[in-house]
């Protein structure tokens, strides 16, 4: 984890849910003063309390961690916006329609941010009877590689992990994709709309 959880965010927290901090203190079986200590950053809470806080406040105790409180207002989430959090560290990839808190490796992900494609990340589409045949002319070492490519349609998306000293390409099904992406491990997200 990034941070310990701080004051500041108890403490807007607390004051979004209309309770005092005695009322927050009840809730989790502490005495008033020591939320009130939290929060002006004269102590932190124990760990073995972060659970019955975060449950509280009405969080999870990630987004208690992070300071984020998630909330996906639009739950008809759509695809075409989804987001993409790639771990540095495992090489994890995890794809979300709405608004996330993302942890892997035990730090917080930010999300991916896709640039367009340029000169060096270009992604070259053939159609080949139903199917997008997509290529890049991509260096595949093990140091600076393509290590997935996706393609996103409104009804989902199909997502294929690549390896280095393989070949940067793919197939996927036309089946009314929008988007191509392309994450390079040394420059990131690049994206294609089609
Ligand atoms: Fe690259």
Not at 16 to 30: P, R
Not at 148 to 172: C, H, T
Request: glycine share 8%.
């Amino acid at each position: 984890m990034d941070n310990y959880v701080t004051g500041a965010v108890i403490r807007r927290l607390r004051e979004s849910k209309n309770l005092t901090q005695d009322a927050l203190a009840e809730k989790i079986h502490v005495s008033g003063k020591a939320v009130s200590k939290w929060e002006t950053g004269q102590g932190f809470p124990d760990v073995s309390l972060l659970e019955p806080l975060a449950q509280a406040l009405g969080i999870s105790v990630i987004e208690l961690l992070s300071g984020e409180d998630v909330r996906n207002r639009n739950r008809s989430s759509n695809l075409r916006r989804g987001k993409f959090y790639v771990c540095p560290i495992c090489g994890n990839v995890i794809h979300a329609v709405g608004e996330a808190v993302v942890s892997c490796c035990g730090i917080t992900l930010p999300p991916a941010e896709p640039e367009e494609t340029d000169d060096e990340h270009s992604i070259r589409v053939e159609t080949v009877e139903d199917e997008y045949y997509v290529t890049l002319g991509h260096p595949m070492t093990k140091t600076h590689f393509i290590s997935f490519l996706v393609a996103v349609s409104d009804q989902g998306i199909q997502m294929i992990k690549l390896y280095p000293e393989g070949n940067a390409e793919a197939r996927f099904k036309i089946n009314r994709v929008k988007f191509l992406y392309a994450y390079c491990n040394r420059h990131g997200l690049f994206r294609k709309k089609l």
